[in-house]
Nanobody
Framework: VQLQASGGGLVQPGGSLRLSCAAS????????VGWFRQAPGKEREFVAT????????TYADSVKGRFTISKDNAKNTVYLQMNSLKPEDTAVYYC?????????????????WGQGTQVTVSS
């Protein structure tokens, strides 16, 4: 499966963005999808994940209540709705897929990665 992340941009604190992770080459209904982010000088960190069936979601504590991950199998796309954005959310955001995954916080199980999309939260 090939993944294409998009939807990043510059937004003011308190604003919203919706990231998309579009898949090609296979159906996302077979994959758990995770979102991770990496700020300059920092390690890549977990943001959110959804299991392959789309029933179970998990969030990092830092984004819980502000971000929502969802999967649209008809469009073969996973979304990350980000609300109440903060400057500390600034990073490159990556989506990743694991076949028949349960959705985990670790980067290790994810076999396929998108190219990343930049999110900048600044006034």
């Amino acid at each position: 499966v090939q993944l294409q992340a998009s939807g990043g941009g510059l937004v003011q604190p308190g604003g919203s963005l919706r990231l998309s992770c579009a898949a090609s080459g296979s159906t996302l209904s077979r994959y758990a999808v995770g979102w991770f982010r990496q700020a300059p000088g920092k390690e890549r960190e977990f943001v959110a994940t959804i299991n392959y069936s789309g029933v179970s979601t998990t969030y990092a504590d830092s984004v819980k209540g502000r971000f929502t991950i969802s999967k649209d199998n008809a469009k073969n796309t996973v979304y990350l709705q980000m609300n109440s954005l903060k400057p500390e959310d600034t990073a490159v955001y990556y989506c990743a897929a694991e076949v028949y995954g349960s959705g985990t916080r670790s980067t290790v199980p994810y076999d396929y990665w998108g190219q990343g999309t930049q999110v900048t939260v600044s006034s």
